[in-house]
């Protein structure tokens, strides 16, 4: 069954890679990586379909969860932990499980992504809702442990998707919404973190990133959710509110330090200069879209 996956074959063009110079390599690396944008690209109608899902747990109070193995698992966990300090949310709005848990992350535990019951049990330790989007992410599309959380999933009426590197993967019976983005064979036989690894890792990226953005939590292309946590992004904070208003950087920092470090409501009282708590309210009323809350601001008032 491994043998027939596109995932598991050999590539042609690196069957003399070890005789290979260090800049050949790197010439046909670097070329078999231009396929992964275009076969991501043929997928972007199914891409579209589970953010719109997503979108839907999320407003009904639910959760986005990956669910995945070996490097599969590490990325799900990956982007689930960039979204608090990109996108100022709650640790446990985008959970990324991963065979074997958290020390998984760094050493393989052998074995693990081998049992149905584990991906199950893992979902259950969440305690897994009928309103939360469970993603199973496998290169191989065949792996038992997303396999079984899927069926869990799904048994208990929450929605499923799925991203497999191998066209009819068997992870694709399992779930609502298929993606299959085939990358075909890597540069090195089977080293799923190459090629395969860079395409569930730019899915993921739309996943979430778009998701985020649907939640309102980016104005015009700026992340003004943004949780500042260093010197560094706190300057950044800090152009955010230039970009938008025609203020000086004392001001931009006053503005931000009475927001209590909150871009989006900063350039909010900017623009209103209403004070942190109704702009605040104003904000939530408006589900914290700023756009949208600058129009019921501007109607409210007749400004």
Avoid at 70 to 82: C, F, H, K, N, Y
Avoid at 155 to 162: E, L, R, Y
Avoid at 204 to 223: H, P, Q, R
Wanted: proline content about 1%; overall charge negative; aromatic content about 4%.
């Amino acid at each position: 069954m491994l043998e027939k996956l596109n995932t598991e074959s050999r590539n042609i063009k690196s069957m003399k890679l070890d005789e290979l110079s260090i800049f050949e390599i790197l010439q046909l690396m670097n070329e078999e990586d231009q396929n992964v944008p275009k076969a991501v690209a043929r997928e972007l109608n199914q891409i579209e379909k589970v953010i719109k899902e997503t979108v839907k747990c999320l407003k009904n109070n639910g959760r986005l969860i990956y669910l995945g193995a070996g490097t599969s698992g590490r990325l799900g966990v990956l982007d689930a932990a960039e979204c608090p300090p990109t996108f100022g949310v709650d640790s446990s709005l985008v959970v990324g499980l991963i065979a074997g848990g958290e020390k998984a992350f760094i050493n393989a535990v052998e074995g693990a992504e081998d049992s149905v019951d584990f991906g199950m049990a893992d979902l259950e330790n969440i305690q897994l809702q009928k309103n939360d989007m469970v993603i199973g992410i496998a290169a191989s599309g065949r792996t038992p442990y997303v396999i079984g959380g899927l069926k869990y999933a799904r048994s208990i009426g929450a929605s499923t998707a799925s991203i497999s590197c191998n066209k009819n993967s068997i992870i694709s019976q399992y779930s609502d919404i298929v993606i299959e983005v085939d990358t075909k064979a890597e540069v090195l036989t089977g080293s799923t973190r190459l090629k395969a690894g860079t395409a569930q890792k730019n899915i993921l990226n739309m996943i979430s990133t778009v998701s985020m953005i649907c939640m309102g939590k980016a104005y015009s292309n700026l992340m003004v959710d943004m949780v500042a946590t260093n010197y560094k992004l706190e300057k950044r904070s800090i152009r955010m509110i230039l970009e938008v208003l025609d203020i000086t950087e004392e001001e931009a920092s006053l503005l931000l330090k009475e927001s209590n470090g909150n871009v989006k409501t900063a350039i909010f009282m900017g623009m209103t200069s209403l004070d942190k708590e109704a702009s605040v309210t104003l904000l939530e009323q408006a589900n914290g879209k700023l756009k949208v809350a600058l129009d019921n601001y501007h109607k409210a008032y007749n400004k």
